[in-house]
């Protein structure tokens, strides 16, 4: 029997190749979304995701896309700040797609003082007792009491929480650093370094007898070194177990861009940062034209969104987000989209208040 040509030509017409090849595309679109875009989002958000589909639900769920989330989502999504004996408050940059399940803490045994944040996970310290020290992620809501220091470490202890994941780590590998004042050398400043991978706490024989005051609630961490603020620059390499002290520093907040130490300062409405150019430039000769600092970037920010208010200050600049206090207004200001942002109400005014950017990512303790 003969088919009439019309019949075997049917397959070759336009209409159903192109309709194969759009299901064709639809299929590695869906792909392409899963692998490659879905990794980058905040955890909020993937939590949302997961009903979209089978597909997601269990793309989503595992161990290894939690991880893969950890190393690809870093964006700062907002803050978590707290007044001193009173509970932490979450606030967040975009509600919709950023948040956490228990902003209180409550998964906690007990209440809690923030102390540093880093990549998603939370350095908290009892209030009660021996105050010790809890690493948690507040997503996941997973934690682990870290055992008692050697050191003292004071009322207000000037710590920092370092973690940086890593492919090969599917557990947080992580360090704290606590910068605290010397018991046998005066004026002198110590150092202890807690490791995850020890699991113990270490006095470096590193002391700073620089006699310098710093701010224990202004470490940053950035390229290997964690730096704190006072009139000079108190900064300890972690990797060379070694401190030196910068007496060239500008007035503003520490903070970090695309992984650079910066300062950023506010006076009105204009936003400046200068990024860290030099650290080695008081040891070179007074003829050098080598600067510590050098401003990359200056934001005239709009006075109507501020509410024209003159009491401002910078609370954090970390990544892509710089979070400002105006009057009792809450502002966020996105480097890459030069986008400021009202973020809520800020209803807090004292100077004892601490104020951490946290990043919503599934990372697995």
């Keep these: 029997m003969v088919k009439d040509e019309n019949d075997m030509d049917r397959g070759k017409r336009p209409g159903?190749?192109?309709?194969?090849?759009?299901?064709?595309?639809?299929?590695?679109?869906?792909?392409?979304?899963?692998?490659?875009?879905?990794?980058?989002?905040?955890?909020?958000?993937?939590?949302?995701?997961?009903?979209?589909?089978?597909?997601?639900?269990?793309?989503?769920?595992?161990?290894?896309?939690a991880h893969n989330q950890s190393l690809s989502c870093h964006d700062v999504s907002g803050c978590i700040h707290q007044i001193p004996g009173g509970p932490p408050t979450f606030v967040s940059a975009d509600?919709?797609?950023?948040?956490?399940?228990?902003?209180?803490?409550?998964?906690?045994?007990?209440?809690?003082?923030?102390?540093?944040?880093?990549?998603?996970?939370?350095?908290?310290?009892?209030q009660a007792g021996d105050k010790p020290y809890y690493i948690c992620n507040p997503v996941t809501q997973q934690w682990k009491k870290l055992p008692k220091p050697i050191a003292d470490h004071g009322y207000q202890p000037a710590i920092v929480l370092i973690f940086e994941p890593s492919l090969l780590n599917f557990e947080a590998d992580y360090k704290l650093v606590c910068a605290f004042p010397s018991a046998d050398f005066g004026d002198a400043i110590e150092f202890e370094v807690y490791s995850s991978k020890e699991g113990s706490w270490k006095v470096s024989g590193e002391i700073c007898f620089a006699a310098v005051h710093i701010d224990p609630r202004s470490g940053v961490y950035a390229d290997g070194v964690v730096y704190w603020k006072g009139k000079s620059l108190l900064c300890f390499d972690v990797t060379k177990d070694r401190s030196q002290v910068r007496n060239s520093f500008m007035h503003g907040i520490l903070g970090t861009i695309?992984?650079?130490?910066?300062?950023v300062s506010i006076n009105s409405q204009t936003l400046t940062m200068n990024v860290l150019n030099n650290?080695?430039?008081?040891?070179?000769?007074?003829?050098?034209?080598?600067?510590?600092?050098?401003?990359?970037?200056?934001?005239?920010?709009?006075?109507?969104?501020?509410?024209?208010?003159s009491n401002q200050s910078i609370l954090f600049a970390r990544s892509n987000l710089l979070l400002i206090r105006s009057g009792g207004e809450l502002f966020s200001y996105d480097w890459r989209i030069k986008e400021l942002k009202a973020m809520g109400e800020a209803s807090y005014h004292r100077t004892e208040m601490i104020c951490l950017p946290y990043v919503n990512s599934f990372a697995s303790l």
């Design 95 to 126: 509600p919709i797609t950023c948040g956490v399940p228990d902003p209180l803490l409550r998964f906690l045994p007990e209440p809690v003082d923030i102390r540093s944040s880093s990549n998603g996970l939370l350095c908290c310290q009892g």
């Design 279 to 309: 650290a080695y430039s008081n040891t070179m000769e007074m003829s050098s034209r080598t600067r510590m600092w050098k401003a990359t970037e200056k934001v005239i920010l709009d006075k109507g969104l501020l509410n024209g208010s």
């Design 258 to 263: 695309d992984g650079k130490l910066c300062v």
């Design 16 to 65: 159903n190749f192109l309709g194969t090849w759009n299901s064709k595309l639809h299929l590695d679109l869906k792909g392409i979304i899963r692998e490659n875009a879905l990794p980058f989002l905040p955890a909020k958000s993937l939590v949302r995701f997961q009903c979209v589909c089978r597909d997601w639900k269990l793309q989503i769920s595992t161990p290894f896309f």
